[in-house]
C-alpha cells in the first residue's frame, strides 16, 4: 500500500529568548530535498494561522537560510497589500535606497510589542526561489520591510535591536487601540 503524502502542517513558534533567534543560520544546499520542500510549505500554513506577512526557518526552530513573504491584509497589519507567498531562500541584499523609513513591526517571536523601526524604503534582492532558480528582484515599502525584518532573523537578529530609542516600544495592545483612533499614522516619518 502506497504512502499518503503527508499534507503541510502549522509549525511551534519559537520565541526570542530560544537560543536559535540569536543564532545565525547556514546556507540551505539542497533545495530540492523533501525536508526543504516540507518546511517551506509548513512555514505557509504556520505564517497563515497566526496572522503573520512573513516567517523566518529560525521562527520554528530551524536553521536553515530560507523565509517566507506573504503580506495579505491581517488584524495585525490590516494595510499590508496582498500577495501570493513567496519562499525566499539564500537571500542576500545587494542594493539598498539610501531612504530610510521608520514603520512599525510586530513580530511573532516577539509577541505583544511593537517597535518603530528604520528601514531601507527599497531593497535589491539576490535569492534562490523554491525551485531552484535565481531571482534577482526589487521590493519597495512594506515588502521591503519584510524582506528585512526576515533577512535580520537569518541573521540572528530582531527587530529590537534596530530601534533608535527603547522608547519607540509600544504594546500590541495600545498599538491597535491608537492605530483604530490614527495616532500613530502621523509618527512613521522618512529620516535621512
Given at each position: 500500500?502506497?504512502?499518503?503524502?503527508?499534507?503541510a502542517?502549522?509549525?511551534?513558534?519559537c520565541?526570542l529568548?530560544?537560543?536559535?533567534?540569536?543564532?545565525?543560520?547556514?546556507?540551505?544546499?539542497?533545495?530540492?530535498?523533501?525536508?526543504?520542500?516540507?518546511?517551506?510549505?509548513?512555514?505557509?500554513?504556520?505564517?497563515?494561522?497566526?496572522?503573520g506577512?512573513?516567517?523566518?526557518?529560525?521562527?520554528?526552530g530551524?536553521?536553515?537560510?530560507?523565509?517566507?513573504?506573504?503580506?495579505?491584509?491581517?488584524?495585525?497589519?490590516?494595510?499590508?497589500?496582498?500577495m501570493t507567498?513567496?519562499?525566499?531562500?539564500?537571500?542576500?541584499?545587494?542594493?539598498?535606497?539610501?531612504t530610510?523609513?521608520?514603520?512599525?513591526?510586530?513580530c511573532?517571536?516577539?509577541?505583544?510589542?511593537?517597535?518603530?523601526?528604520?528601514?531601507?524604503?527599497?531593497?535589491?534582492?539576490?535569492?534562490?526561489?523554491?525551485?531552484?532558480?535565481?531571482?534577482?528582484?526589487?521590493?519597495?515599502?512594506?515588502?521591503?520591510?519584510?524582506?528585512?525584518?526576515?533577512?535580520?532573523?537569518?541573521?540572528?537578529?530582531?527587530?529590537?535591536?534596530?530601534?533608535?530609542?527603547?522608547?519607540?516600544?509600544?504594546?500590541?495592545?495600545?498599538?491597535?487601540?491608537?492605530?483604530?483612533?490614527?495616532?500613530?499614522?502621523?509618527?512613521?516619518?522618512?529620516?535621512?
Amino acid at each position: 500500500m502506497a504512502k499518503k503524502p503527508t499534507s503541510a502542517k502549522a509549525l511551534e513558534l519559537c520565541l526570542l529568548g530560544n537560543p536559535i533567534i540569536r543564532k545565525e543560520a547556514i546556507e540551505v544546499e539542497s533545495i530540492k530535498s523533501k525536508e526543504i520542500q516540507t518546511l517551506l510549505k509548513d512555514l505557509i500554513v504556520t505564517v497563515k494561522k497566526v496572522n503573520g506577512v512573513g516567517i523566518a526557518a529560525p521562527q520554528v526552530g530551524r536553521s536553515v537560510r530560507l523565509f517566507i513573504v506573504a503580506s495579505s491584509p491581517t488584524i495585525r497589519y490590516p494595510q499590508a497589500p496582498k500577495m501570493t507567498p513567496l519562499a525566499v531562500i539564500n537571500p542576500k541584499i545587494i542594493f539598498a535606497s539610501q531612504t530610510i523609513v521608520k514603520g512599525w513591526e510586530g513580530c511573532l517571536s516577539i509577541p505583544g510589542i511593537r517597535g518603530l523601526v528604520p528601514r531601507h524604503e527599497s531593497v535589491t534582492i539576490d535569492y534562490t526561489d523554491k525551485t531552484g532558480k535565481k531571482v534577482i528582484k526589487t521590493f519597495t515599502g512594506f515588502v521591503a520591510k519584510i524582506f528585512q525584518h526576515e533577512l535580520d532573523h537569518l541573521d540572528g537578529k530582531v527587530f529590537l535591536d534596530r530601534l533608535d530609542t527603547v522608547k519607540d516600544i509600544i504594546t500590541e495592545k495600545e498599538y491597535i487601540k491608537q492605530m483604530k483612533t490614527n495616532i500613530l499614522l502621523t509618527k512613521g516619518k522618512e529620516i535621512k
